[in-house]
């Protein structure tokens, strides 16, 4: 009877290298992506001061950068990503690591911040939504079912640069 035990116990040493081998192959290709998305404008003079976003313009070609934080406050991700023609940036966060499910969690960790515009005439920072010192993620239950992995899917922003120099408001 113990060399029956001794006998499974010595099989299943043997076979779990090709278990872990086979789970480690099913997890890579169902790997599960994060992913940020948003929008970036050009704030309308009208609205100096304001959060308001009315007339603006999406910027092309702005770029904004993903910044995630461990719980000991330590950079743990950092990338900029270009908004595409219409001003909308997808940033998907390639290597992105939690240690800590609660703390390291996307939502709990990453801003996305304004980095630059290319546009002479609209490259002020403005703080709408936080875009100077990191817009905090919103989950919108989005997500993304590819061939090779799926994306869980974050908003942030929309974020907006303005004109460096607005005329003064005339009154009447």
Known sequence: MATTHLAVLISS???????????????QENKTEVV??????CQSCDNYGSWSLSKAEPIA????????????GQVSFYKAFETD?????????ERFKMSNSLLDHPLQSC?????GSPLESCNAMSNVNYGLYGSPLRYES???YRK?????IYAAGP??????HCPAPTHY
């Not at 070609?61 to 000991?72: I, L």
């Not at 801003?111 to 980095?115: A, D, E, G, Q, R």
């Open 85 to 93: 023609t219409k001003g909308y940036f997808f940033a998907e966060l």
């Open 148 to 152: 090779d992995y799926d994306a869980v």
């Open 111 to 115: 801003v996305v911040k304004l980095v």
């Open 142 to 144: 989005k997500k993304l």
């Open 159 to 164: 974020l907006a640069f303005r004109p460096a």
């Open 13 to 27: 040493l043997l076979l779990l290298p090709l278990a872990l081998a086979a789970y480690e192959t099913v997890s």
């Open 61 to 72: 070609s702005a770029k904004v950068s993903v910044v995630c934080k461990n719980q000991r």
């Open 36 to 41: 940020v998305e948003g929008m970036v404008y």
